[in-house]
């Protein structure tokens, strides 16, 4: 089965700010956004309202694992709702 490591990916000033900044030449090339890895699903959602309150993107906090015993990837969208991050999209990709 497909089973790889919880990541997640958002976008803040400061990577927005470096994305733009940087020369084309530049290697590695500067992403928009940033991604993390997480050894475990719970892992990531300890610190899921950090992303989210750090978060620029009007989409949301974007979210990527695989499902236990399921084929494929298991999609989020998160934002903050209340103060509280919620998820506000979900789906297999």
Known sequence: MANFKPQ???????????????SQYS?????????KHFKTYSELLKNIKGFCEENIDEDG???????????????????????????VKEGWS
């Open 8 to 22: 997640v990916s958002y976008e803040t000033k400061e990577s927005l700010n470096n994305y733009y900044n940087s």
């Open 27 to 35: 290697k590695p090339k500067i992403k928009r956004g940033i991604t």
């Open 61 to 87: 906090v974007f979210v990527v694992r695989s499902r236990r015993g399921q084929w494929g990837e298991w999609c989020e969208r998160w934002k903050l709702v209340n103060g509280k991050p919620t998820i």
